[in-house]
C-alpha cells in the first residue's frame, strides 16, 4: 500500500465506505470509520444483552456523561434509542452528532431507525433535541 493510497483510503473510510484489506486474494480486514465502528458495537451489544430501559425515564445528560468511556456512551445512548426510551433526534444530541449524520449511519449500517414521533411528546422531545443541538451549534461556530 503506497502512502498516497492510504491517505486516500482513510478519506473514504471517513465518508462512510468501508476499505477491505485483502492477502492473496482473500479479504482479511475491514477498516471502518470509529463512529460505525461504535455503532455497530452498541448494537450487537444491545441484541446480546438485551439491556433493561426504562422507557418513561429517557436518558439524563448526566447518565451519558458518567458512562466510562466513548464505547460505552454508545452502548447507553444506542440502548435506550433500539429500547424505545429515546428519540432518533435525542440520540443524536447525546451522541454530539448531527440528526441526519446519525440517521444516515444507521441506514447505512443497517441498525433499525424508528422515524417519526409515536406521540405528541416523542414530537415535542425531538424538537427539543434538534433546537438544543442548533444552540450549542451556534455557540461553538461564534467560539
Avoid: C, F
Avoid at 91 to 109: G, K, Q, Y
Wanted: charged share 25%.
Amino acid at each position: 500500500m503506497h502512502a498516497r493510497n492510504t491517505r486516500q483510503i482513510i478519506r473514504n473510510v471517513v465518508r462512510g465506505q468501508t476499505a477491505v484489506v485483502e492477502s492473496h486474494g482473500q479479504p482479511e480486514v475491514a477498516i471502518v470509520d470509529i463512529i460505525d465502528y461504535y455503532l455497530q458495537r452498541a448494537a450487537l451489544n444491545y441484541y446480546a444483552q438485551s439491556p433493561e430501559v426504562d422507557v418513561e425515564a429517557g436518558l439524563s445528560d448526566q447518565a451519558v456523561a458518567q458512562a466510562g468511556g466513548e464505547q460505552e456512551r454508545y452502548n447507553l445512548v444506542m440502548a435506550h434509542y433500539l429500547g424505545e426510551a429515546i428519540s432518533l433526534g435525542r440520540a443524536a444530541e447525546l451522541l454530539d452528532l448531527p440528526w441526519m449524520d446519525l440517521r444516515l449511519r444507521l441506514a447505512r449500517l443497517g441498525i433499525p431507525l424508528r422515524l417519526g414521533p409515536q406521540s405528541i411528546e416523542d414530537l415535542r422531545a425531538e424538537i427539543e433535541a434538534i433546537e438544543k443541538w442548533e444552540r450549542r451549534r451556534r455557540t461553538s461556530l461564534r467560539s
